[in-house]
């Protein structure tokens, strides 16, 4: 959408743009059908129809049925509704129930797995590879079914990659689907785009049991050029339609009467239009995929049908042109529209990050001049000189670790030092932002330009009218006179003061401290400290100290397909839900470097832009590991090492971990891990709410960085009173009372078998 906007701007400049994203028929719809809307109007007839569509239309839809696809269906069997998506939509709503699985083969249509969550659904999405042109083996399909397998949903030909499976290959899908309980949705909108030789077959055809089990999805938008129509339909079992039915008929009602006539026109007049179109856009396929060839790096199966070639672009990944420096197929898909002024989709849309949408729903010429342009503007694309790489923009700060904080100063000292505070910010040093975290606007006051830097990274932005108060105020102060580095908290007022610091984990961590106050003194949500992901649509979090290897079990974890990452140090809950709600407020992940260690796959995605403290030279080493084996980076002359100090950080944008689909802001937590190195008991432990409380209660004591236990292991708490301590635990113990939790024990297991326990309590 990003890129189809960008697009859309550029043309509107006059730009010459080669436009391969569009998911239309470029030729226009043939008359008959535009005169049959016409003289609907004409006659006026275009009053409400029966929700499911007119009888005439249904009856010829399934004469089309019967006659093309060899499927029977009576009229009750079939819904009319605004656009294929709708018909896909309504079905999904009608099948789906909460924590029902839908096996999406990857790459998908963009809407699929959205439309799966939107009804409760966890979307299980199935790597199909380009070895087997994007089609699924029974094999695979099979071992992706779980209990909890409702549906399949099956696109043929595809979207985006043009593949369609062969008669044979749907009924040994068939096969698997035949001794389970599950659904097929089978998506045909492209069924008349089919260039080979096979004939287009729908898996409901390849037996009866299959006919029962499948609900087959089609419409007049891309086989008659009908896409600003909005109408498509679906047929299926009886009690399947009529929930479909029920959803649209409080929903829509009918799809709009006019273009039920048009679509009326479509099926029962003359059938040459799609047939050109098929042929049209074979020549072009070919075309096409020639061109392809020709470009060096880029791999392109042959697609069987629609208009869209899907070749893989990861071989210039990594590569930049004059300081553009491509990482994925968005990067890639930008650096295309303003380099080469062609719009194509980043694969990642569709679910596989290696590769574009090219869609050739243009004419020839365009296409011709368009792949020109892409082939120009990838061959600029080299290698980049190490030395660009090692651009690292890095802050020292004075104070490297927490400073120490006065949490219960008096309103009267508050405005005493916010009078002191405010003396200090100048005209040229001074900067104010407000940040929104979880609803709480809290504005910074700052003469460090530095923190300033960091924070507006960090959160996302709020908007503050002009007779507006922030919720919390937060001064971050240098250079004062006569000062040690100390933090002072005023709950009262919402106030926080750091002094002569200009460490951004220090800000950072009394912004949390001051919105957990907020919250759990009537704002209604309290904070955990704790890593937090989604499984299969089910959120939980992993509590811990240091030192319990969190962070390699978590990030690990993430490279499981299934997990959607969700926070990585701190969130807050709400509990007006069925389950507890939680969100992360932060735009960006702060994270220590030294995670490289045990994840080096994140090293790659820091932002070298927004880093602090990171080492660089050898003799500031804290651990002179790799000194010892004459192995140190910097020795040999690169000028930084993430690992070597426990007090660097760097920013880390969470989408470049694996994409705007792997990455959530909101979540409702099923299940809490307590991890601990607990001597001889089991790996792991089932907690009720009372031993977890006890547990988070009594911090941990063998977590080495604190002087003293950390309860509930959140250094991000501003009060340790008795008072305070048991707020938590009320909070504390809604959360427990509402999902499952288990005790983690580190000792006894490697890394490994840890994240297979997890998972296992996951399922
Ligand atoms: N299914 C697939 C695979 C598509 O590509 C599209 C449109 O791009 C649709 C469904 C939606 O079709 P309609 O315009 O009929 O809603």
Not at 132 to 153: G, H, M, Q, R, W
Request: some cysteine; charged content about 25%; proline content about 5%.
């Amino acid at each position: 959408m990003k890129i189809a906007a960008r697009a859309l701007a550029m043309k509107a400049e006059g730009i010459d743009l080669i436009d391969f994203s569009v998911g239309e028929p470029d030729i226009p719809a043939p008359e008959n059908i535009k005169l049959a809307a016409i003289e609907s109007i004409n006659k006026d007839i275009i009053k409400y129809t029966a929700n499911v569509g007119l009888p005439s239309l249904r009856k010829a839809i399934a004469e089309k049925l019967k006659n093309e696809n060899g499927l029977e269906y009576s009229p009750e069997q079939i819904i009319v509704s605004n656009g294929g998506k709708q018909a896909i939509f309504n079905v999904i709503m009608a099948l789906i129930e909460e924590g029902d699985e839908v096996i999406i083969p990857a790459p998908f249509y963009v809407s699929y797995p959205e439309m799966v969550r939107i009804a409760g659904g966890s979307p299980v999405i199935l790597n199909a590879k380009e070895t087997n042109d994007f089609k699924v083996t029974p094999e695979e399909l099979s071992a992706a079914i779980t209990p909890k397998t409702k549906a399949l949903l099956l696109c043929s030909p595809s979207n985006p990659t043009g593949c369609c499976y062969t008669k044979e290959e749907l009924s040994a899908l068939g096969k698997v689907i035949e001794n389970e309980d599950i659904y097929v949705i089978s998506d045909e909108i492209y069924e008349k785009l089919l260039f080979e030789d096979f004939p287009f077959a729908s898996i409901a055809s390849v037996s009866e049991k299959m006919k029962l089990k499948t609900i087959v999805v089609n419409g007049v938008s891309k086989a008659y050029s009908m896409t600003g129509w909005r109408l498509g339909y679906a047929a299926g079992p009886a009690n399947v339609i009529e929930g479909a039915a029920r959803i649209q008929s409080h929903n829509t009602s009918n799809a709009s009467t006019v273009s039920q006539y048009a679509a009326l026109e479509a099926l029962t007049g003359p059938q040459d239009f799609p047939r050109m179109l098929r042929d049209t856009y074979r020549k072009r396929r070919d075309l096409i995929v020639e061109k392809l060839k020709g470009i060096p790096g880029i791999t392109c199966s042959k697609p069987t049908g629609a208009f869209y070639v899907f070749p893989n672009v990861s071989s210039y990944f990594g590569k930049e042109y004059q300081g553009t420096f491509i990482r994925n197929s968005y990067g890639l898909a930008h650096y295309l529209l303003s380099e080469a002024k062609v719009a194509v989709v980043p694969g990642e849309a569709f679910g596989n990050d290696n590769y574009i949408r090219i869609s050739y729903s243009t004419a020839e010429e365009n296409i011709i001049e368009g792949i020109k342009r892409i082939a120009e503007a990838l061959e600029k694309l080299q290698t980049p000189e190490k030395v660009k790489i090692f651009q690292l923009s890095n802050t020292k700060t004075a104070t490297k670790r927490q400073v120490e904080l006065e949490s219960s100063i008096t309103r009267e000292q508050r405005d005493a030092l916010a009078a002191e505070a405010e003396a200090y910010l100048k005209n040229k040093n001074y900067f104010v932002w407000n940040a929104h975290i979880n609803g709480v606007v809290v504005q910074l006051r700052t003469n460090i330009p530095h923190l300033y830097d960091f924070w507006v990274e960090n959160w996302y932005p709020a908007q503050l009218g002009r007779n507006e108060k922030p919720g919390g105020i937060i001064y971050a102060i240098d250079g004062v006179v006569g000062r040690e580095a100390l933090a002072f908290y005023n709950s009262e007022t919402k106030t926080g003061l750091l002094f002569n610091t200009d460490f951004y984990g220090s800000l950072r961590s009394l912004a949390f401290g001051l919105v957990t106050d907020f919250g759990e003194n009537g704002g209604d949500f309290h904070g955990i400290r704790g890593m937090s992901a989604v499984c299969r649509g089910k959120g939980f979090v992993m509590i811990g100290p240091r030192g319990t290897r969190k962070t390699d079990i978590f990030y690990g974890l993430l490279n499981d397909l299934s997990f959607t990452l969700h926070s990585s140090d701190m969130i807050y809950v709400k509990y007006n839900k069925k389950y507890p709600a939680a969100v992360n407020p932060e735009r960006k992940i702060y994270i220590p470097t030294n995670v490289s260690a045990v994840v080096p796959k994140l090293t790659e995605m820091f932002d070298l832009s927004k880093c602090e403290n990171v080492v660089d030279k050898s003799t500031e080493c804290e651990t002179r590991k790799c000194r010892e084996t004459n192995d140190c980076r910097m020795d040999k002359g690169i000028p930084y090492c993430f690992k070597a100090s426990a007090d660097s950080y760097a920013m880390l944008d969470p989408y470049w971990i694996g994409g705007m689909h792997r990455h959530v802001k909101t979540m409702d937590i099923r299940t809490v891990f307590i991890l601990q190195s607990e001597g001889n008991s089991p790996v792991v432990s089932t907690l009720n709410a009372e031993e977890a409380i006890a547990i988070l209660e009594r911090g941990f004591p063998a977590d080495t960085l604190a002087s003293q236990p950390v309860p509930f292991y959140n250094n991000h708490l501003l009060f340790n009173t008795q008072e305070r301590i048991g707020l938590q635990k009320e909070y504390y113990t809604k959360l427990f009372s509402k999902t499952n939790c288990y005790a983690i024990n580190i000792a006894q297991a490697e890394v490994e078998e840890l994240r297979e326990k997890i998972i296992e309590c996951l399922k």
